[in-house]
């Protein structure tokens, strides 16, 4: 959400608190979206509940500066890989490398999503081996999302 649409409303102190906010209620919707997923209904609603109402966390999302934006789309990753990974589809790989590559860019947080993504692989395909061998390529697609987020860097 660019800062921008909130500075003729705001002085640009309060559109970046409110910018933090919005981020926290939809990082809190998409939390009980992904443990509702991952869990069930009554996890992901006591979770989401407790992760709304909770003082410390919504007093620390309206400073300037945080990372809220950071969490949101690090929640938002683990559920688009649960989300795609069900199907199974070179497609869906193609979607989890861009959007951890593109992602990278905004943060660095959201490099913990490579650790993740390999254990929910191992896990849904059960250590089989000749699986593994097999749908090779599918997991190589993988390595798109290590293109540098800044080229320069490198210079």
């Known amino acids: 959400l660019p800062v921008f649409l909130l500075t003729p409303f705001l002085d640009i102190t309060s559109a970046w608190a409110t910018m933090n906010l919005i981020y926290y209620i939809l990082t809190t919707i998409v939390l009980y979206f992904t443990l509702k997923r991952l869990f069930n209904q ?5 979770a989401s509940v ?3 109402v ?3 966390p919504i007093a620390w999302a309206t400073r300037i500066g945080t990372d809220v934006h950071g969490y949101f789309f690090t929640i938002l990753g683990i559920y688009l890989i649960e989300l795609l990974l069900d199907k199974d589809k070179f497609h869906s790989y193609l979607i989890i490398a861009s959007y ?3 992602t990278s860019i905004i943060r660095e947080n959201v490099f913990v999503l490579y650790p993740y993504l390999a254990i929910a692989i191992i896990y849904r395909h059960r250590w089989d081996i000749k699986k593994y061998i097999y749908n090779l390529w599918k997991y190589s697609i993988i390595l798109l999302s290590f293109i540098p987020s800044h080229p320069l860097d490198f210079l």
């Open 42 to 46: 009554r996890v992901a609603f006591i």
């Open 100 to 102: 951890i590559g593109i």
């Open 50 to 52: 407790l992760c709304a």
């Open 54 to 56: 909770s003082l410390p």
